[in-house]
C-alpha cells in the first residue's frame, strides 16, 4: 500500500514500465519530474545511431534514506525474507518453506503495514511483496521481524518482470495492488500500472477461481480500473452492486491516509474480480 494519492516523501516515489505492460510500484511522483520525462519519453538515439523508442515510465527511482532499523532488519532479515530476481520460474515452496498454501501476490506495498497486517491475519496464506522503494522494504522487513511472520517473502525489482519470468500462468490464488499511483494528469495516463495488457498478464497467472483485488481513492482511476478489468474477458466482477464496486473486504485494514481522506470526505473505492473457470 502507498501514500494514498497524498505528496510523497523525497524518498518515496514509484515502480516502472515497458511500453504499454512495464509497470510495478505505487507512488506518485512530483510534477517537475512527470514533466521532465515527457521530454524526453519519445524517443532516444542508440548506439547504431538510430532513434528508437523510449520506455515509458510509471515511476521515478530515487535512493530511500532507510533508518538505522529499517537497515538492521535488511542485514538481519533480507537473507532469508528477500528474494533475488531472476529470470526464471521461482521454486515457491522453497522459498516459503512450505507446500500447497494458497499465493497471493501484491504489487507496490509502501511501507508494508498494510501486507503485515493481512499476513498476519492470513497466516494460512503465502503473500510474496514486490517493491522497488528500499525503505518500504526495509520498513517491512523490520514488521516481520516484531510481529513475527513467517508467510512474507518480498522481490525487490520492478513487478511487471518478476510476473512475466518468475511467475508461471495458473500460479497463484490472488492478486492485490493497493492505492497505485494514479497519475492525474491526463497526459500521464498512459504511465497508470493498471492498463489491459498488464491486468491480461496477471489473469494469466490467477489460478481459476483466483481474484485480483484493487483499491484506489481516485474516483477517475477507479472508473478507469473498472473499465479495464471489465474488458478482461477471463475475469468476472464479483461485485452485486449496480455501481460495479465492492464492499472492502474485512482483511483489507483501513490505512492512516485512507483514514484522513474519509474524515475529508473522500471516497476509497475497492474491485474484486474472479478468474473465469
Wanted: hydrophobic share 35%; charged share 25%.
Amino acid at each position: 500500500m502507498t501514500n494514498h494519492g497524498q505528496p510523497p516523501a523525497d524518498d518515496a516515489l514509484p515502480a516502472h514500465d515497458d511500453a504499454d505492460l512495464d509497470a510495478s510500484s505505487t507512488h506518485a511522483s512530483p510534477d517537475s519530474e512527470d514533466d521532465a520525462h515527457d521530454e524526453h519519453d519519445s524517443h532516444y538515439v542508440g548506439p547504431d545511431g538510430v532513434a528508437h523508442p523510449r520506455r515509458i515510465r510509471s515511476f521515478v527511482r530515487r535512493a530511500g534514506r532507510s533508518s538505522e532499523a529499517q537497515k538492521r532488519a535488511f542485514d538481519e532479515l533480507g537473507p532469508k525474507f528477500v528474494l533475488p530476481y531472476a529470470p526464471e520460474t521461482l521454486d515457491w515452496p522453497a522459498a516459503f518453506e512450505r507446500a500447497d498454501a494458497p499465493r497471493i501476490l501484491e504489487i507496490g506495498f509502501g511501507m508494508g503495514d498494510g501486507t503485515a497486517h493481512i499476513a498476519k491475519l492470513r497466516p494460512n496464506d503465502d503473500f510474496l511483496g514486490v517493491e522497488v522503494h528500499e525503505p518500504g522494504v526495509g520498513a517491512l522487513l523490520k514488521l516481520i521481524g516484531t510481529t513475527p511472520l513467517s508467510n512474507v517473502r518480498i522481490i525487490q525489482h520492478d513487478a511487471v518482470e518478476v510476473v512475466q519470468h518468475m511467475l508461471p500462468e495458473g500460479s497463484l490464488d490472488g492478486v492485490h495492488v493497493f492505492f497505485p499511483d494514479p497519475w492525474h494528469k491526463k497526459r500521464h495516463h498512459k504511465r497508470r500500472l493498471l492498463q489491459p495488457p498488464f491486468v491480461a498478464l496477471l489473469a494469466s497467472r490467477l489460478k481459476p477461481g483466483g481474484y485480483l483485488h484493487c483499491a484506489t481513492d481516485w474516483q477517475e482511476y477507479a472508473e478507469q480500473m473498472l473499465e479495464v478489468l471489465g474488458g478482461e474477458a477471463s475475469l468476472e466482477n464479483t461485485s452485486t452492486d449496480a455501481s460495479g464496486y465492492a464492499p472492502r473486504p474485512d482483511y483489507r485494514p483501513v490505512t492512516k491516509f485512507e483514514n484522513r481522506g474519509l474524515r475529508l470526505g473522500h471516497g476509497v473505492w475497492d474491485l474484486v474480480f474472479r478468474k473465469r473457470g
